[in-house]
């Protein structure tokens, strides 16, 4: 189960790094490319998966 809380948590992870990309403008080749609003909504995407990976990560007492 931990393992699959894990590729949940990076598969996000990468989807907002992908968009927070996207949103400057690094990455083109889409609707999102130099869009700000896609760099904030990206930015949160990392967060969540970030904070997917801690929660997935944390020991249990």
């Known amino acids: 189960m931990r393992l699959i ?3 949940l948590a990076l598969v996000v992870l ?3 790094a ?3 990309l996207q949103g400057i ?3 083109g080749g ?4 130099g ?3 896609w ?3 990206g930015i ?8 997917g990976l801690v929660w997935a990560n944390r020991s249990l007492p």
């Open 18 to 20: 992908l968009w927070s």
């Open 30 to 33: 889409s609707f999102m490319t």
């Open 14 to 16: 990468a989807i907002g």
């Open 5 to 7: 809380k894990n590729l």
């Open 44 to 51: 949160v995407t990392t967060l969540v998966g970030l904070g």
């Open 35 to 37: 869009q700000s609003q």
């Open 25 to 27: 403008g690094l990455v």
């Open 39 to 41: 760099l904030y909504i």
